[in-house]
Nanobody, 123 residues
Framework: QVQLVESGGGSVQAGGSLRLSCAVS????????MNWFRQAPGKQREAVAG???????TYADSVKGRFAISQDSVKNVLYLQMNSLQPEDTAMYYC?????????????????WGKGTLVTISS
């Protein structure tokens, strides 16, 4: 059974940083995409960062240069380092995964999802 569990959310002031973690278990595909999504109240879910099994990363324009996705393949943990946070980054953040190789992971539907971690940025 595949499980994804996010952690690291919280409340910070604008300009601050947070690092989100996603612990992955039961996912055995050697080729994969792993993404971070976010959904703010009243808005559609947005894919913000993705990483594939060869380490290629892609980002939404809204976070490019501020967020960095990475993975620890030994610990099976996905990370999202978020810097220069702004109030518009306030959202529930989710990690998700799918099997199979894709160059741009942000373009594809995910098969497995975590339950999310809340990030709140105050001005």
């Amino acid at each position: 059974q595949v499980q994804l569990v996010e952690s690291g959310g919280g409340s910070v002031q604008a300009g601050g940083s947070l690092r989100l973690s996603c612990a992955v278990s039961g996912f055995t595909s050697r080729s994969y995409c792993m993404n971070w999504f976010r959904q703010a109240p009243g808005k559609q879910r947005e894919a913000v960062a993705g990483i594939n099994s060869v380490g290629s990363t892609t980002y939404a324009d809204s976070v490019k240069g501020r967020f960095a996705i990475s993975q620890d393949s030994v610990k099976n943990v996905l990370y999202l380092q978020m810097n220069s946070l702004q109030p518009e980054d306030t959202a529930m953040y989710y990690c998700a995964a799918r099997g199979g190789y894709e160059h741009n992971c942000l373009l594809y539907a995910m098969a497995y999802w975590g339950k999310g971690t809340l990030v709140t940025i105050s001005s």
